[in-house]
């Protein structure tokens, strides 16, 4: 299994950018995909984006394309999510998350190691 610690959350205005970062520590060695989840008031935790093990299959919501940039360092044991082009729709909570089941594609419904969140704020 994975621990996940979130950092990197702020209030920002619309058109800014942010940086998320998210470091895995394992307690058993085993790869895994990675992956980042959003849960604003009110709404269901709805999938942002996700990267395989290797980094070569990121996979994107529609609502963040182009703006999103998901990223790992296999080498810190972290996974980052540039946020660019931010807008007031985004604020939330940002949850990172770990799959070992499907690890070599990004699957978002089978993710299941959850970080604690670090909060996203888009004003305008």
């Known amino acids: 299994q994975v621990q996940l610690e979130e950092s990197g959350g702020g209030l920002v205005q619309a058109g800014a950018s942010l940086r998320l970062s998210c470091a895995a520590s394992q307690r058993t060695r085993s790869a895994y995909a990675l992956g980042w989840f959003r849960q604003a008031p009110g709404k269901e935790r709805e999938f942002v984006a996700g990267?395989?093990?290797?980094?070569?299959?990121?996979l994107y919501a529609d609502s963040v394309k182009g703006r999103f940039a998901i990223s790992r360092d296999n080498a810190k044991n972290t996974v980052y999510l540039q946020m660019d082009s931010l807008k007031p729709e985004d604020t939330a909570v940002y949850y990172c998350?770990?799959?070992?089941?499907?690890?070599?594609?990004?699957?978002?419904?089978?993710?299941?190691?959850w970080g604690q969140g670090t909060q996203v704020t888009v004003s305008s």
């Open positions: 990267i395989n093990w290797s980094g070569t299959s990121p």
């Open positions: 998350a770990a799959d070992e089941w499907n690890n070599v594609v990004v699957v978002p419904t089978t993710f299941a190691f």
